[in-house]
């Protein structure tokens, strides 16, 4: 057996090196993603009858390791170590292209030589509630693979449950298949997952963030489904991205100034003036849509600076869903306008299986773009995510290539064994 392949080298498919360049995190050097992520030399991981070990071509970058290479909110190594893990450092990466490298012994959906991407929902497989036949996402046992487990897509080789794989779209290169599936199959579940409140033709829906992965997806998808997306950016040198995207409006949230909690309803003073922010951002939403009509599903993720607008402009019966918070964990909302006008708000958190195919199969089709912002080399990782904590990464989803030795590979259908083409 091999030690370790180079970046570059070409291997023969199914030699599996003892040890592997990846990046990683490690608690002594929490903070700024810059210094946090570094390349290391790390074991390559074993796997157990129901994982694939996938040789990683191109990865994708998301939030949840900006968030890991802060240590918050959660110290992600404490916690596994908490769960028997010994692992002392975090090889993180939720987004992968790649090839099946090698293949547990109950594998049956996926062999060796395969070509793949990679969703991130990770559970266990003999989770009471994921073996009842019911959403596994809702599952104890369920984590975010490169994020809440170890040996992710920032190693030549990754370990992932092989349920995870999806067949890689043809038409792609390996870095475009890489970059969007963590926040497509996220955005797929908010706006598709949750009955009663999915899109409808010309269904108006605010995207927050939306020249950021998430936002772009929802973009994608909100067309995909003839709905009528209204985009929100801070940039104006993003409005055109959102409008080749699928917006059909846009709007500049610097234009207002009313974002944070609520002020006390009791303080008419201060309340009044966040009422009529909140009020004028209703109206830039008509104005956007030429007509007055409210946004039947908020797209949210920002959470505490914008949330009480969501709530605020959401049409009645219409639904705001968030998956995050990354202005903060403080949520408020006018009560009144959610019960009256019987708004819900509904949490989402990544996707399953079928909802990450599903979305899978709208970007294979041609009808949603990946999105693919900016490919970079392997060793630009720690500033990608320096990029996105800063909110100065380009528009849409980075990637890295990792055993890919230049962008632009892998749209054909030639046979992973000609891995060495790359
Ligand atoms: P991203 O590419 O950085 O996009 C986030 C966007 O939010 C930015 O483009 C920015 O757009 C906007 N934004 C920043 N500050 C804001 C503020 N104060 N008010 C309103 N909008 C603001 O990140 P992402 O990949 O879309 O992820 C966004 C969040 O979702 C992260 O916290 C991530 O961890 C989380 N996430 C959760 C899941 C899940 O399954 N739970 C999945 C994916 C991502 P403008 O400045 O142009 O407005």
Known sequence: MSDLFDLGDKPRLGDVPRRMHAYAVRQNRFGPPRTAWRREILPTPSIGPDEVLVYVMA??????????????????????QRLGEPEDFHAGGSDCSGIVWAAGDNVRNVAVGDEVIVHS????????????????MLAESTRIWGYQTNY???????????????????????????????????????????????????????????????????LGITRAFSGRAIAVISDEAKRAFCLEHG??????????????????TNDAAAYGAWAKGARAFGKAIWDALGEKVSPRIVFE???EATLPTSIFVCATGGMVVICAGTTGYNVTMDLRYHWMRQKRFQGSHLSNDEQAAAVTALIASGRMDPCLSHTYAFDDLPECHQLMLENKHPYGNMAVLVNAVQSGMGATSSPAAEVARV
Request: hydrophobic fraction near 40%.
């Open 247 to 264: 917006a059909v409006g846009v709007i500049n949230r610097n234009q207002f100034t009313h974002w944070g909690p609520m002020p006390d």
């Open 59 to 80: 990865s994708g970058i998301n939030y949840n390791n900006v968030w890991a290479a802060l240590g918050t909110p959660v110290d992600v190594i404490a916690d596994r």
């Open 301 to 303: 993720h920002p959470g």
């Open 152 to 218: 992710g897509s920032y190693g030549q080789f990754a370990r992932a449950q092989a349920h995870q794989c999806i067949p890689k779209p043809e038409r792609l290169t390996w870095e475009e298949a890489g970059c969007f599936l963590l926040c497509a199959s996220t955005a797929y579940r908010m706006l598709m997952g949750w009955m009663g409140n999915t899109i409808e033709p010309d269904d108006p829906v605010l995207v927050w963030g939306a020249a950021g992965g998430l936002g772009s997806m929802a």
């Open 121 to 136: 929902g990770w559970w266990r497989p003999d989770d009471p509630w994921v073996l009842s036949g019911r959403d596994p």
